[in-house]
């Protein structure tokens, strides 16, 4: 069986865990990473392939892996990967093999589900998100577009988050809430009311950031 050609965009701290996670599939081959400079030292053994323009060669050849982190600002990945559909891209979605998944969840495309993930029946995950290490996102939950759910998050379920969402590490976030477009929701917050687009939230109870 070939294995999956993927190519990374970006080569900082985001994409040194992301490789770790491809590593622990034998169904996934990294070819090489772009960005502006190289950046990962040769222990690695990840070839430089050119700055990220030089994407366009690839199409067709690989998928991709947007690599980039998104510490509340997602408009490089989400311009990205926007600008690379445009021109029929595909992008890879990856799963770390120790993640946990319900056969009725669902993960859109260019989204990487980090180390020991749990997520849980009727979960929805949309494209180009990064779902980090330890996180739990219980029964029938959305989660939007360009989203970046931290370490150890917890979403409870019926939870409707929208698009270009930035949640903290060890946030939890009550069930049936909704959270809107563009939200900044604060590491450790506890979030039991509903929260409005383009808000900034911390604290327990998280409270909007004036």
Same mark, same amino acid.
């Given at each position: %069986?070939?294995?999956?050609?993927?190519?990374?965009?970006?080569?900082?701290?985001?994409?040194?865990?992301?490789?770790?996670?491809?590593?622990?599939?034998?169904?996934?081959?990294?070819?090489?990473?772009?960005? *502006?400079? !190289?950046?990962?030292?040769?222990?690695?053994?990840?070839?430089?392939?050119?700055?990220?323009?030089?994407?366009?060669?690839?199409?067709? @050849?690989?998928?991709?892996?947007?690599?980039?982190?998104?510490?509340?600002?997602?408009?490089? *990945?989400?311009?990205?990967?926007?600008?690379?559909?445009?021109?029929?891209? !595909?992008?890879?979605?990856?799963?770390?093999?120790?993640?946990?998944?319900? @056969?009725?969840?669902?993960?859109?495309?260019?989204?990487?589900? %980090?180390?020991?993930?749990?997520?849980?029946?009727?979960?929805?995950?949309?494209?180009?998100?990064?779902?980090?290490?330890?996180?739990?996102?219980?029964?029938?939950?959305?989660?939007?577009?360009?989203?970046?759910?931290?370490?150890?998050?917890?979403?409870?379920?019926?939870?409707?988050?929208?698009?270009?969402?930035?949640?903290?590490?060890?946030?939890?976030? *009550?069930?049936?809430?909704?959270?809107?477009?563009?939200?900044?929701?604060? %590491?450790?917050?506890?979030?039991?009311?509903?929260?409005?687009?383009?808000?900034?939230?911390?604290?327990?109870?998280?409270?909007? !950031?004036?």
């Amino acid at each position: %069986m070939d294995k999956r050609k993927i190519i990374l965009i970006g080569g900082g701290g985001h994409a040194k865990a992301c490789i770790d996670v491809i590593s622990t599939n034998p169904n996934l081959n990294i070819l090489g990473y772009l960005d *502006r400079i !190289k950046t990962l030292n040769d222990s690695y053994e990840i070839d430089y392939l050119g700055p990220d323009a030089d994407a366009y060669e690839y199409i067709g @050849k690989a998928e991709f892996l947007i690599t980039i982190g998104h510490l509340g600002d997602s408009s490089i *990945r989400r311009n990205i990967y926007q600008d690379l559909k445009s021109k029929n891209a !595909k992008f890879a979605t990856v799963f770390a093999t120790n993640a946990i998944f319900s @056969k009725k969840s669902t993960v859109g495309e260019g989204t990487i589900i %980090m180390h020991s993930v749990i997520l849980q029946a009727d979960t929805q995950i949309g494209n180009n998100c990064i779902i980090n290490d330890r996180v739990l996102i219980e029964h029938d939950s959305f989660i939007g577009n360009q989203c970046h759910i931290s370490t150890g998050a917890i979403i409870n379920g019926g939870v409707n988050i929208g698009n270009d969402v930035f949640i903290g590490s060890g946030s939890i976030i *009550r069930n049936g809430i909704s959270i809107g477009d563009n939200c900044k929701i604060g %590491m450790g917050a506890v979030v039991t009311k509903n929260v409005n687009n383009g808000e900034t939230v911390f604290g327990n109870p998280a409270k909007i !950031k004036l």
